[in-house]
């Protein structure tokens, strides 16, 4: 708690932060000769605001040191100040906090209360349109650092009275804003209560990206299967709290999380709502056509290859053994080579800039492709298989998901490569009874086909007219097995 000398409230705060050059402290007289400090960072306040909302008002003040400790305060907040966001406070530490957010502190000589002005700098990226989630008939804007720009943007879309946000602050060292966002009238209880459970219990030192947030959604931390969204359009956003779900944002991240998160829609575009209905649904198969290309394709072939060549159509058959004549390595070798070599082109695309990533992802796989079969390394057939499958992962309209994906076909080719068609089942068993056992919030992440829920259905492979897709899911309400 502050005292009433100015000195010793300084010292005590300046110990609380970091002793560096930006950590300005400004001195001035106001009213009957009072000694006032304002203390701010530069470069995380607004040097524009602080001279006209705070400095300016204060200097042709009229306030007595004979005034009471709270009636000063008050005078000068309703008064003097010009800022719109101003609060009184003895707290040293809700004091600290609020410096490095980037606020302005005001210390008042012989006074016990500190006033605390927003001036947080408002110099943030402008409004863009998002480059990793392309949108042809929606909104073109997407989230920026500025967390109350991006809540700005998603009220915009949900211009409702149930409409809340609730602010934590989390992570030792980095003292990280978080705000919770959710429609309270279409959001289950049970699940905004196991929401706000998780993210009141994160014990960390430092939350620095989503990326971090999310990994404490998930209580099993070996779990390959994402259990949460992120998207940089308020639009998808907007869609997903009318839905039931939450918003989380953190402090300079231009994204959302979006949780509570189920299998299933990570298949599904945002434009699936926007095309008509034969066209969304046709779009939705291909996915899961795809889906099922990724994960079976390449074991299926190396089973045929190694245990069953006998099922192959005889025209096939003539082709793959001419294709495989003097191919030095078995298919398992040769596939996964392929494999190994278009993930490393996938990861260089990704870290070099976008023009540059984009070509060596294409040429580099069509030189490497063309110089291993003219090499005798891999077969043609061989090649040709990798490259559907690999096409088929970018259909996949998540990110995330797709590395899931990508991951689940390579112990598959193992288990296939030692038990054959028996093995490729076991596999392909043991990720179904992962679904189906996975809970995310308190709600089954295989839903709704585990547990069924018929009402949910006209949503999954099929899109159904809109009027009976726009309902709340009763997929995202808790089951009686976990309420109790």
């Known amino acids: 708690m502050l005292s009433t000398n100015i000195s010793e409230n300084f010292n005590i705060i300046s110990s609380n932060i970091p002793s560096n050059f930006n950590f300005i402290k400004r001195e ?3 009213g009957e000769n009072i000694l006032c400090y304002i203390l701010y960072i530069s470069g995380l306040s607004d040097k524009n605001d602080i001279q006209e909302t705070i400095i300016k008002p204060l200097l042709s003040s009229t306030i007595s040191a004979s005034d009471s400790f709270e009636g000063i305060s008050q005078d000068l907040i309703k008064k003097y100040i010009y800022c719109p966001e101003v609060e ?3 707290s040293i530490k809700k004091i600290c906090t609020e410096i490095l957010s980037g606020k302005s502190i005001i210390l008042i000589d012989g006074h016990i209360y500190a006033i605390i002005c927003n001036t947080v700098s408002s110099k943030y990226r402008q409004i863009q349109e998002s480059t990793t989630e392309k949108s042809i008939q929606g909104s073109k804007e ?8 991006n809540i700005s943007l998603l009220q915009r879309k949900i211009k409702s009275s149930e409409f809340r946000m609730e602010r934590f602050t989390i992570g030792e060292k980095t003292n990280t804003e978080i705000v919770l966002t959710y429609v309270n009238n279409i959001i289950d209880p049970k699940v905004l209560e196991n929401i706000r459970t998780k993210i009141i219990n994160i014990s960390t030192p430092a939350i620095l990206s989503l990326g971090f947030l ?3 959604f998930d209580d099993n931390q070996y779990n390959i299967f994402p259990m949460s969204k992120v998207t940089e359009k308020p639009d998808k956003a907007a869609f997903d709290l009318l839905e039931g779900k939450a918003a989380i944002f953190i402090s300079e991240s231009p994204s959302a999380l979006i949780v509570p998160a189920t299998f299933i829609e990570f298949f599904q575009g945002f434009e699936d709502y926007s095309d008509k209905t034969v066209i969304a649904s046709f779009s939705r198969i291909l996915r899961f056509i795809a889906i099922i290309t990724i994960i079976i ?14 099922l192959f159509p005889y025209g096939l058959t003539t082709v793959i053994i001419s294709s495989r004549q003097n191919i030095p390595l078995p298919p398992l070798l040769e596939i996964l080579a392929m494999d190994l070599a278009v993930e490393i082109l996938r990861e260089g695309g990704i870290r070099l800039p976008n023009p540059i990533g984009t070509t060596l992802a294409i040429v580099g796989g069509i030189v490497i492709g063309d110089s291993a079969t003219k090499a005798g390394l891999v077969s043609y057939a061989t090649l040709f298989i990798v490259a559907i499958t690999v096409i088929s992962t970018f259909i996949i309209p998540n990110y995330q ?28 068993y043991l990720i179904i009874i992962i679904l189906v056992k996975l809970e995310n919030c308190g709600i089954s992440y295989f839903a709704p086909l ?3 829920r018929f009402t949910d259905m006209y949503d999954v492979i099929i899109r159904a007219p809109l009027k009976k897709v726009l309902v709340q899911p009763r997929s995202l309400r808790p089951s009686k097995k976990t309420k109790k």
Do not use: C, K
């Open 297 to 310: 394709l390449e074991p299926i072939y190396l089973i045929l290859l190694y245990y069953n060549p006998e």
């Open 88 to 90: 009184a406070t003895t």
């Open 401 to 428: 998901m797709a590395l899931t994906i990508r991951f689940l076909r390579f112990p598959l080719l193992i288990l296939g490569q030692l038990f054959g068609f028996f093995g490729l089942l076991i596999g392909l």
């Open 142 to 149: 997407s989230f920026v650092e500025n967390i109350d720009v």
């Open 214 to 216: 999310e990994q404490y």
């Open 28 to 30: 001035i007289y106001i």
């Open 450 to 452: 585990s547990p069924v």
